[in-house]
T-cell receptor, first 114, second 112 residues
């Protein structure tokens, strides 16, 4: 058990809809990362927050947004959903913001767009 | 290049054999390297890490080797067990960059 909790585990919705994925980081971790993993791509970094502030941005679409709340949990909002957004979405957390430490991953949210 | 899923490089071994999974990294400035294991339906799980001031680090049944000259990383698993079957991928990072770069992974299949 990594200590990172993601909800929901599965989400099925239709094109054009909006969903919110939730992540609770490991206790004591200030940094949260969001990744997308699909069959034909590896683990794609979307965005990082550190102690409530956006720290780094990757290949995140404009239709996607995220935030980290004062209690350090984070939400990833996906809107105007398209079939190609079907993927596994992972949240990871780490103690601080640097890239020289392990990240601890949740078990992901599987998003299926019909 | 490597891909996750259908096009993932695969290593098949017999139970009890030693496994070696390789990874080439791209950034000479990377000074921190991690191996993750991802089982079906789960998130990546941290296995072992190594910093660039070392060339070898051992854990329980696992050893990571780092060759900075050729930018190569390997994960050795001793006495491989069926429970080791998973996708393994490496990541490189540095203190100067917030985000580590993940490789695409190798599927390890352990036959009983």
């Amino acid at each position: 058990d990594s200590g990172v909790t993601q909800t929901p585990k599965h989400l099925i919705t239709a094109t054009g809809q909006r969903v919110t994925l939730r992540c609770s980081p490991r206790s004591g971790d200030l940094s949260v990362y969001w990744y997308q993993q699909s069959l034909d791509q590896g683990l794609q970094f979307l965005i990082q927050y550190y102690n409530g502030e956006e720290r780094a941005k990757g290949n995140i679409l404009e239709r996607f947004s995220a935030q980290q709340f004062p209690d350090l949990h984070s939400e990833l909002n996906l809107s105007s959903l398209e079939l190609g957004d079907s993927a596994l979405y992972f949240c990871a957390s780490s103690v601080s913001a640097g890239g020289n430490q392990p990240q601890h991953f949740g078990d992901g949210t599987r998003l299926s767009i019909l | 290049g490597e891909s996750v899923g259908l096009h993932l490089p695969t290593l098949s071994v017999q139970e009890g054999d030693n496994s070696i999974i390789n990874c080439a990294y791209s950034n000479s400035a990377s000074d921190y390297f991690i191996w993750y294991k991802q089982e079906s339906g789960k998130g990546p799980q941290f296995i072992i890490d190594i910093r660039s001031n070392m060339d070898k680090r051992q854990g329980q049944r696992v050893t990571v080797l780092l060759n900075k000259t050729v930018k190569h990383l390997s994960l050795q698993i001793a006495a491989t067990q069926p429970g080791d079957s998973a996708v393994y991928f490496c990541a490189e990072g540095s203190g100067g960059s917030y985000i580590p770069t993940f490789g695409r992974g190798t599927s390890l299949i352990v036959h009983p």
